[in-house]
């Protein structure tokens, strides 16, 4: 098998090495970036080179997605709670006060990982500083802002996730730690990927995953109601795995309140009436005041189908929560309620479809796209996006967006606004505002 080793080029010697030592009969191919800006030029029209690419962090990978779309598996190495947790060890004994300044929105497992070292939370104090878009500008900016953090005193140390803050902050001569996989999790992805690929390759049953993530209102269980919060996510997550149970599914606990569930695509189907009876959602709002969203992904493989199911998942929690969306190759559209949930459709399918009929009579696009960008457009409240956004949102490849856009845009029904630049090289994306509505929706 040949694995896409895609790693930040001061890492990459180390990493290659560790993966040809321990996997001797695969072939890593590197590629290696010194800035995260630099991956879609360096990948682009090279995913023919290695059956599949694994990236050093889900940040990476997502930002390559952006601009390329993924022709072989791609898997991203996660960092996890254990790579943290060495993380603030080192910290530590260094003595550093637990005054962090970070770049990693990821709260829940900062607390996961006091809470498993001892630290009650009146000794830890974290200053987040979200990076919301990727380019030398804001890196730079944030990397200001989190020094200012140390420099006032407000932070002892940063915890980032990219190589780029890490070198502006080390220049500055603040404590800076980057966060990054451990060589036991870079293990446990090359194993899962060959798994997915000998699966793809002897032409297994097509799999589905379904990944599941509950919230709870902060009000309905306060912090001195610890051991009712706790009673009500065992009650919950027992209906989880008893719908393990149904669609004979392998059930993996992401904690604290996800799951990913993995089982053939012919179970799923069953158990869900081809994804058209959810009880579960109904049964969970019984259970206390939870609100599950789930996201069912098909694929080829493992890595596939969670990938898409991860997918939509951010869809159906983007919709607003306590709904389930479906993704696939060519395939993206939100799951309909499960009979008995409060969440009914307003207005039937097809009703939605005569509504647009005369737009896609005019524009030659069919119905099913311009429901599909419709839905884009209310469930994100936006009118205008990138080409690529819009391919996502319908299931079709850039290309043949492009190609739709193209349509609409002569019949005067979307109107390109701008171009985003989301890298310091390659072409920008097209900024497209979309100009239709059903009539009396």
Same mark, same amino acid.
């Given at each position: *098998? ?38 879609p030029s360096l990948l682009s029209g090279q995913q ?13 990978? $997502? ?15 996660? +960092? ?5 947790? +060495? ?94 996989? /451990? ?17 793809? +390759? ?32 065992? /009650? ?21 309140? @996800? ?67 479906? *993704? ?20 039937? *399918? ?17 119905? $099913? ?8 457009c209310r469930d994100t409240d936006r009118t205008c ?32 606004? @701008?171009?985003?630049?989301?890298? $310091? ?9 979309? +100009? ?6």
């Open positions: *098998m040949k694995i896409g080793l895609v790693a930040p080029v001061n890492l990459m010697q180390e990493i290659s090495s560790f993966v040809s030592r321990e996997f001797p009969d695969e072939e890593c191919i590197p590629f290696s970036y010194r800035s995260i800006l630099d991956l023919n080179r290695a059956d599949a690419f694994l990236f050093l962090g889900e940040t990476a990978r $997502r930002f390559a997605a952006k601009s390329i779309v993924p022709a072989v598996p791609w898997v991203a190495i996660p +960092r996890s709670s254990s790579a943290l947790l +060495r993380l603030l060890f080192r910290a530590a004994v260094a003595g550093r006060a637990m005054h962090i300044a970070t770049d990693w929105p990821r709260e829940d497992l900062f607390q996961l990982a006091f809470h498993e070292i001892g630290i009650p939370p009146e000794q830890y104090r974290l200053h987040f500083c979200p990076v919301h878009a990727y380019n030398e500008e804001i890196l730079s900016m944030e990397a200001d802002r989190m020094a200012e953090l140390c420099r006032t005193g407000q932070a002892d140390f940063c915890i980032t996730i990219f190589y780029r803050i890490e070198k502006l902050l080390s220049d500055r001569q603040i404590p800076v730690y980057v966060l990054q996989p /451990s060589f036991e999790d870079i293990r446990a992805g090359i194993e899962r990927l060959i798994l997915s690929d000998q699966l793809r +390759r002897s032409h297994a049953t097509p799999l589905a995953c379904a990944a599941l993530r509950l919230s709870i209102p902060e009000d309905q269980y306060p912090a001195e109601h610890g051991y009712e919060l706790a009673e009500a996510r065992l /009650s919950a997550a027992h209906l989880i795995w008893q719908f393990a149970r149904e669609t004979e599914a392998a059930c993996v606990e992401r904690p604290p309140w @996800g799951w990913l569930l993995f089982s053939t695509r012919s179970l799923m189907e069953n158990a869900t009436a081809h994804y058209h009876h959810l009880p579960l959602l109904a049964r969970m709002r019984s259970t206390g005041p939870f609100t599950l969203s789930i996201g069912f992904g098909i694929g080829s493989s493992a890595e596939e189908s969670k990938l898409h199911a991860e997918r939509a998942l951010d869809r159906a929690i983007l919709r607003g929560g306590d709904q389930a969306y479906l *993704m696939g190759p060519g395939l993206s559209l939100p799951v309909p309620p499960a009979q008995g949930d409060r969440l009914t459709q307003q207005v039937p *399918m097809l009703s939605i479809q005569e509504q647009f009929l005369p737009l896609a009579r005019l524009s030659g696009v069919s119905v $099913r796209i311009l429901t599909l960008l419709y839905r884009a996006f990138t080409s690529a956004e819009l391919a996502d949102f319908a299931g079709v490849t850039p290309r043949t967006m492009n190609r739709i856009l193209q349509k609409l845009i002569d019949r005067d029904l979307a109107r390109e606004v @701008g171009l985003q630049f989301t890298a $310091r090289t390659g072409r920008p994306s097209r900024l497209i505002e979309l +100009r239709f509505q059903p009539q009396n929706l």
